[in-house]
């Protein structure tokens, strides 16, 4: 009798790139986010800077929010949104025109070209997403994730609001409207966070979350009307109020899906802990106004803290679930979640105690950037650009 052996499932033959959303949006922040970090730090270090639309510090600004976070929170919704719909996201060619229209303005910008242009080319990617996104979830009839599009289009706004003051057509406009992206930013990881990261350490657990229903039904009213306050009245006081509030609410969100498994799997304690610089971005935000301090420490708190490291953590996870692959970090991962831990702490902590320390704060922690993202460059590259393991779409 002859005995059949089962043969060892392969990698597929051939390339995915635009099989699903998470793919090149992925890929592409990644490697972006290197260079954009290089590019910054060599700007910050020598003082040279080439033509561009912005000055360093604006691009570094402007590009940290609507290049790298958003190009990771494009991949995520194009794919999220197929699973909470169950209808087709853009695949194929029409995905690779919507990552053309995110990957033109980054390119661009090193060529002198009139500022109108760049501008208009700038602000087309994120209302075009948001729409895709909406005419999915009509279709689905899914009004309750309609503040997804919305989110984007607050997004969309505040880089609109960016330009114009950039072209001189209103004056004043861009400090105000890059703290409401960078809100806009903490909002978008609310929402997602509530709606995956509980999943996610009950699963990997086995011990089941628990949440109250009031401070989920403002987790994310809460930052939306923080951002509002902020940008609409002027008091010092009252904002360092409702930033204390809005930490003390996600404080006791995160109390309440706390389980000490979290610290066993560094797929969970990357995304944990970047959602606590969420809460400490707030904490710093009303330090910062009552003390009368510098607010970027706050503003990297939650940059580099909170949208950079859960980004990571999330990158990670989505490509290995959606390859069709155990989710487990991959060799070097740890070190990589461990830099942008290091990252964010050298970045907010250290100009706090000395603001003399700036200089080789910024080192320190670009470095540290650039590092974590090269190793998930490396090892997630290739499983970007290939088909899932499984044969299936996506």
């Not at 998470?22 to 290089?38: D, E, K, N, S, T």
């Given at each position: 009798m002859k005995i059949e052996i089962e043969p060892t499932p392969q990698q597929p033959k051939g390339w995915a790139p635009f099989a699903l959303g998470f793919r090149p949006f992925f890929l592409l922040a990644g490697w972006f986010a290197i260079l954009f970090m290089v590019t910054s730090l060599g700007?910050?270090?020598?003082?040279?800077?080439?033509?561009?639309?912005?000055?360093?510090?604006?691009?570094?600004?402007?590009?940290?929010?609507?290049?790298?976070?958003?190009?990771?929170?494009?991949?995520?919704?194009l794919t999220a949104v197929r699973n909470w719909t169950g209808l087709p996201t853009p695949t194929g060619w029409p995905l690779a025109l919507l990552v053309l229209l995110w990957l033109i303005p980054r390119l661009v910008s090193v060529i002198p070209m009139a500022p109108e242009m760049f501008a208009l080319l700038d602000m087309l990617f994120l209302p075009v997403l948001a729409v895709v996104i909406f005419l999915n979830l009509k279709q689905a009839k899914q009004s309750r994730n309609y503040p997804v599009p919305a989110l984007l289009l607050l997004l969309a706004a505040s880089n609109a609001g960016i330009h114009l003051d950039q072209l001189g057509l209103f004056e004043g406009l861009i400090t105000p409207m890059l703290h409401l992206a960078v809100l806009t930013s903490v909002a978008i990881v609310v929402l997602i966070a509530g709606r995956v990261l509980p999943f996610f350490i009950a699963k990997t657990t086995g011990g089941q979350t628990d949440s109250?229903?009031?401070?989920?039904?403002?987790?994310?009213?809460?930052v939306l009307l923080f951002a509002a306050i902020n940008l609409?009245?002027?008091?010092?006081?009252?904002?360092?109020?409702?930033?204390?509030?809005?930490?003390?609410?996600?404080?006791l969100r995160m109390q309440r899906w706390y389980r000490p498994g979290i610290w066993q799997e560094p797929m969970l304690w990357i995304l944990y802990l970047g959602y606590g610089w969420l809460v400490a971005g707030f904490l710093l935000y009303a330090t910062a106004l009552l003390l009368d301090i510098a607010?970027?420490?706050?503003?990297?708190?939650?940059?580099?803290?909170?949208?950079?490291?859960?980004?990571?953590?999330?990158?990670?996870?989505?490509?290995?679930?959606?390859?069709?692959?155990?989710?487990?970090?991959?060799?070097?991962?740890?070190?990589?979640?461990?830099?942008?831990?290091?990252?964010?702490?050298?970045?907010?902590?250290?100009p706090m105690f000395n603001v003399q320390w700036l200089e080789i704060a910024v080192l320190i922690s670009g470095s540290c950037w650039i590092a974590a993202f090269l190793v998930f460059a490396v090892r997630y590259s290739m499983l970007l650009l290939r088909p899932r393991l499984d044969g299936k779409e996506g």
């Amino acid at each position: 009798m002859k005995i059949e052996i089962e043969p060892t499932p392969q990698q597929p033959k051939g390339w995915a790139p635009f099989a699903l959303g998470f793919r090149p949006f992925f890929l592409l922040a990644g490697w972006f986010a290197i260079l954009f970090m290089v590019t910054s730090l060599g700007g910050f270090v020598t003082g040279i800077w080439h033509y561009n639309y912005f000055d360093l510090s604006l691009w570094h600004a402007h590009e940290m929010l609507f290049g790298f976070a958003v190009a990771v929170i494009a991949g995520f919704l194009l794919t999220a949104v197929r699973n909470w719909t169950g209808l087709p996201t853009p695949t194929g060619w029409p995905l690779a025109l919507l990552v053309l229209l995110w990957l033109i303005p980054r390119l661009v910008s090193v060529i002198p070209m009139a500022p109108e242009m760049f501008a208009l080319l700038d602000m087309l990617f994120l209302p075009v997403l948001a729409v895709v996104i909406f005419l999915n979830l009509k279709q689905a009839k899914q009004s309750r994730n309609y503040p997804v599009p919305a989110l984007l289009l607050l997004l969309a706004a505040s880089n609109a609001g960016i330009h114009l003051d950039q072209l001189g057509l209103f004056e004043g406009l861009i400090t105000p409207m890059l703290h409401l992206a960078v809100l806009t930013s903490v909002a978008i990881v609310v929402l997602i966070a509530g709606r995956v990261l509980p999943f996610f350490i009950a699963k990997t657990t086995g011990g089941q979350t628990d949440s109250i229903r009031i401070v989920e039904m403002l987790a994310l009213p809460s930052v939306l009307l923080f951002a509002a306050i902020n940008l609409l009245l002027p008091s010092p006081l009252l904002i360092a109020v409702a930033a204390i509030a809005v930490a003390g609410l996600h404080g006791l969100r995160m109390q309440r899906w706390y389980r000490p498994g979290i610290w066993q799997e560094p797929m969970l304690w990357i995304l944990y802990l970047g959602y606590g610089w969420l809460v400490a971005g707030f904490l710093l935000y009303a330090t910062a106004l009552l003390l009368d301090i510098a607010l970027g420490h706050a503003l990297h708190g939650w940059t580099i803290g909170t949208v950079s490291m859960l980004t990571l953590g999330m990158m990670a996870r989505v490509a290995l679930g959606h390859s069709g692959r155990v989710i487990r970090a991959l060799p070097w991962m740890t070190a990589a979640f461990a830099l942008m831990v290091v990252a964010a702490l050298v970045r907010v902590l250290l100009p706090m105690f000395n603001v003399q320390w700036l200089e080789i704060a910024v080192l320190i922690s670009g470095s540290c950037w650039i590092a974590a993202f090269l190793v998930f460059a490396v090892r997630y590259s290739m499983l970007l650009l290939r088909p899932r393991l499984d044969g299936k779409e996506g």
